[in-house]
C-alpha cells in the first residue's frame, strides 16, 4: 500500500539547519504532487511547502520564503526539505503529503523538529 516516511528532524539550535527526506513507496511518486506541511504546538497544520511533478514548480509559506528550499528526486521516489536559518518558531511536526488528480492523497507520519538552545 501507499506509504510515506519522513527523517531527519531532531533537535537543532536557533540558526541551525536540517535536511528532511520523506520517502515513498506504493504509488506513482512521479505523478504526485508533492508538499511539506509543519503542525505547530497549539496550532493547525499548514502548508509551508510544494513542488510540481517534475520539480520544475515550488512554491514557499511566506513564513519560509527564503530559509527553506524544497526538491525532489523521481529516481529515489524521495522529496526534501532544506531548513535553513532556523528559529523556535519552526518547532513543530512536519509532514510529508502527496497529492494527484482523482485520487486519493497520502500522509506520512510526521517528523518532530524542535528549534532550541
Known amino acids: 500500500q501507499a506509504q510515506l516516511v519522513e527523517s531527519g528532524g531532531g533537535l537543532v539550535q536557533p540558526g541551525g539547519s536540517l535536511t528532511l527526506s520523506c520517502e515513498a513507496s506504493?504509488?506513482?511518486?512521479?505523478?504526485?504532487?508533492m508538499s511539506w506541511y509543519r503542525q505547530a504546538p497549539g496550532k493547525k497544520r499548514e502548508l509551508i511547502a510544494h513542488i510540481s511533478t517534475s520539480g520544475a514548480i515550488t512554491n514557499y509559506a511566506d513564513s519560509v520564503k527564503g530559509r527553506f528550499t524544497i526538491s525532489r528526486d523521481n529516481d529515489k521516489n524521495t522529496v526534501y526539505l532544506r531548513m535553513n536559518s532556523l528559529n523556535p518558531e519552526d518547532t513543530g511536526v512536519y509532514y510529508c503529503y502527496a497529492q494527484s488528480e482523482d485520487v486519493p492523497p497520502h500522509w506520512g507520519q510526521g517528523t518532530q523538529v524542535t528549534v532550541s538552545s
Open positions: 506504493g504509488f506513482p511518486f512521479s505523478y504526485y504532487d
